[in-house]
Structures are given as structure tokens and as C-alpha cells.
């Protein structure tokens, strides 16, 4: 069995870690993964699916970060919006065909937690600042979630870890190095181990038994919010699509 895990640090760190413990192929992408790549960038995201090997079953996404400033990056997209969202659907997309028809999809994220504040027409446009920067990235992580179950024969889950004791708070972007530091605190006082986290994407990733969704700590199953439509996610699905065909030329 070989496992795609996205993020080499955090959580993904201890997925993989997880996963290879159990004595499977496990391949990080990530600034220091197995393949390198610069996730906020979809060019690096596009040459990094282009860069991995062989067939896999199962990938399972949990690069990314916290930020409150909206911030181009050189590709002239918001880097929170590439990082959190447009890479993950870019490289789900490219590696589908190399995905087993009994693989699995895990998607790392804040599953069902946060408001639809995400404007379509603007999707990539660095604009806004405070929560909602990274909290549309995490909605769009429940709409791609639909949109990948819809589209593919593929078990695709969406989870809410609880809190970690990761560097998601040390390293947020925009926010006072103060105010970062006394969440870092909060976080390695009452985060949970990121080996303990790591159980259920990893579970996720190789149980057939378990169907897709939403799930939080401890594989319990959430219940996907009415916003979280076919609808919004169809139109979500088109807007990447465009903005990434627009981004590869
Ligand atoms: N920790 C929590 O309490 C918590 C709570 C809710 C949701 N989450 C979600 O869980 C996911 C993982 O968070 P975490 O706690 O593991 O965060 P973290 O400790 O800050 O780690 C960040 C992860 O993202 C990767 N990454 C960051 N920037 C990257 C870039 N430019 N290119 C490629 N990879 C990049 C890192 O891998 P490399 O070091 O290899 O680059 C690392 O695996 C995130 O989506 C986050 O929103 C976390």
C-alpha cells in the first residue's frame, strides 16, 4: 500500500509517521518532504504531481496554515487561498489517475466549523483580512470534499483534528508575535499528542470498512452542515477549475 501525505511537519508529520509504523510506503510532499514542493505555489503544486511515482491508494491532505492577512503570492493568488485549498484541489486532481478504484481521499482541515464567507468571484484575489482569510479556505475544504465524492468512486473524508499541539499557532501569518505566542502556549498546554491526532486521517486513509464524510477526533462521525451543498460545491469545483487551468496557461 503506498500513502500520499501532503506536509512533512504538524500533523502530516505524524500521519506519515503513523502510517509507516504500520510498514507502509508512505511519500510526503512538502517544503521538507520526500518531494519537494512549495504548496502555495501551484506551479511548484503542479510539478510536484508531476513528480510522484507510481500508483498510490490513498492521499491524504494536511498542509496548511493559519493566516489572517491576505497576502500574493508571486503567482499573484492569495497564498493562504493556494496553500489550504487550490493546491490540494490541483494535486487530488492530477493524481486521480494513479488512485486506486478502491483508494481513499482525507482532507485535513476544520470539517464543518466555519461560515460560507467565500466569495466565487474573487476566489483567488488576495482581499480581506482577520478569520475569515483562512476560514473561507476551510469551508472551501468542506465544499471540495463534496465535489471530490460527487465526481469520483473514491471514499473522501473531511477532519476536524480538535486541537493540536502543532507550530499552527507559532507560525500563523498576520498575527502579533505576542498574541502568537500565548496561543503556542494554550496549544502545547491543551492540544492534543499529533501521534494521537494522526489516528484518524491515518485510519481513514486504510480503513475500507469506514464510508467517507466528516469526522473529528477519535473517528467520530460529524454531521455535514446544510451550507455545505452539492450546489456551492459544484459552483466552488468550476471556479478552481478556472482559476487553475488560468494559473497552468
Ligand atoms: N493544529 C491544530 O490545532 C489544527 C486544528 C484544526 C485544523 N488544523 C488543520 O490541520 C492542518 C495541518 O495543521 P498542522 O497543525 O499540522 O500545522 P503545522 O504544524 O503548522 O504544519 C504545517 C503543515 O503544512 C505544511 N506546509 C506549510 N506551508 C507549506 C508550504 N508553503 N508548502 C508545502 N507545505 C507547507 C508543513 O509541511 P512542511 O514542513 O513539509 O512544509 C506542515 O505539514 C491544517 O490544514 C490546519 O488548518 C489544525
Known amino acids: 500500500m503506498t500513502i500520499l501525505v501532503t506536509g512533512s511537519t504538524g500533523i502530516g508529520g505524524a500521519v506519515a509517521a503513523a502510517l509507516r509504523g504500520r510498514g507502509l510506503d508512505v511519500l510526503t510532499v512538502g517544503r521538507a518532504g520526500d518531494v519537494r514542493a512549495d504548496l502555495s505555489l501551484l506551479a511548484d503544486t503542479a510539478r510536484a504531481a508531476a513528480a510522484v511515482p507510481g500508483p498510490l491508494d490513498a492521499i491524504v491532505c494536511c498542509a496548511g496554515g493559519l493566516s489572517t492577512v491576505a497576502e500574493p503570492t508571486a503567482e499573484g493568488l492569495d497564498r493562504a487561498m493556494v496553500l489550504n485549498h487550490l493546491s490540494r484541489h490541483m494535486l487530488v486532481g492530477r493524481l486521480l489517475p494513479r488512485l486506486a478504484p478502491a ?10 466549523k466555519y461560515r460560507d464567507t467565500l466569495d466565487l468571484s474573487r476566489l483567488g484575489e488576495p482581499v480581506g483580512r482577520g478569520l475569515a482569510v483562512s476560514g473561507r479556505t476551510q469551508f472551501a475544504n468542506d465544499l471540495l470534499a463534496v465535489a471530490l465524492a460527487a465526481r469520483t468512486p473514491h471514499a473522501v473524508s473531511c477532519v476536524f483534528p480538535g486541537l493540536v499541539a502543532t507550530g499552527v499557532f507559532r507560525d500563523a501569518r498576520g498575527v502579533p508575535g505576542a498574541v502568537r505566542s500565548v496561543a503556542a502556549a494554550v496549544q502545547r498546554r491543551f492540544g492534543a499528542d499529533p501521534a494521537v491526532a494522526a489516528a484518524t486521517p491515518a485510519r481513514l486513509a486504510t480503513d475500507a470498512s469506514l464510508p467517507g464524510g466528516f ?35
Open 103 to 112: 483508494g481513499r481521499i482525507v482532507l485535513v482541515a476544520n470539517a464543518g
Open 215 to 249: 469526522y473529528g477526533p477519535g473517528c467520530r462521525r460529524l454531521r455535514v452542515p446544510a451550507r455545505v451543498s452539492a450546489a456551492r460545491a459544484d459552483a466552488l469545483w468550476a471556479a478552481s477549475e478556472q482559476l487553475i487551468g488560468r494559473a497552468a496557461g
